[in-house]
């Protein structure tokens, strides 16, 4: 899956927004991330271990993200309830007007039952791409409007 999303966001909030492992995390990104299979599982300065889902799917991951350097967030599955593992990643760039543009990468593999395969595909080569950089857009202008003051 590849998408890209433009945000008023600056650069420096955008890489706050997707770091931020706190109780704030299910806040700031509220309509894509589901509170009830969110559990961090191990924090540092420039990394961290989380179990995350989306509200109404099927699928969680344990992801284990770094920003060790600080224009891209990558992130790689060490668990899922798919029984695949992927990688991902987020490089954030300067927007042309100010704010931010990111060039989201994510790829999974290895799901072993077929009713996993057909909605992995989907998700991969249908409609989502569009939708979910609308998600993160709306996410990232929200925590900039409040973090603006």
């Given amino acids: 899956m590849r998408f890209n999303v433009i945000t008023r ?16 995390r299910v806040q700031i990104w509220s309509r894509t991330l589901d509170p009830k299979t969110f559990e ?13 889902s989306t509200p109404g799917s099927p699928f969680w991951v344990v992801a284990r993200y770094d920003w060790s350097d600080p224009t891209v967030v990558r992130w790689t599955e ?4 798919y029984g695949g593992h992927g990688s991902g990643s987020v490089r954030i760039a300067p927007g042309d007007g100010g704010g ?7 790829s ?7 009713r996993d395969k057909i909605m992995l595909f989907l998700l991969h080569h249908g409609p989502m791409n569009h939708v979910i ?3 993160w857009a ?7 409007e409040s973090h603006s003051k």
Avoid at 11 to 20: F, G, K, N
Avoid at 40 to 52: F, H, K, N, Q, T
Avoid at 78 to 81: A, D, N, Q, R
């Fill in 40 to 52: 961090v599982r191990g924090l540092g300065d420039s990394w961290a271990v989380a179990r995350e």
């Fill in 100 to 106: 931010s543009r990111l060039e989201v990468e994510w």
């Fill in 138 to 144: 709306s996410a990232l202008n929200r925590y900039a």
């Fill in 78 to 81: 060490e668990e899922s309830s």
């Fill in 108 to 114: 999974s593999n290895d799901p072993r039952r077929t």
């Fill in 133 to 135: 950089s609308r998600l």
């Fill in 9 to 24: 966001a600056s650069p420096e909030q955008v890489l706050r927004a997707l770091t931020d492992f706190s109780d704030r």
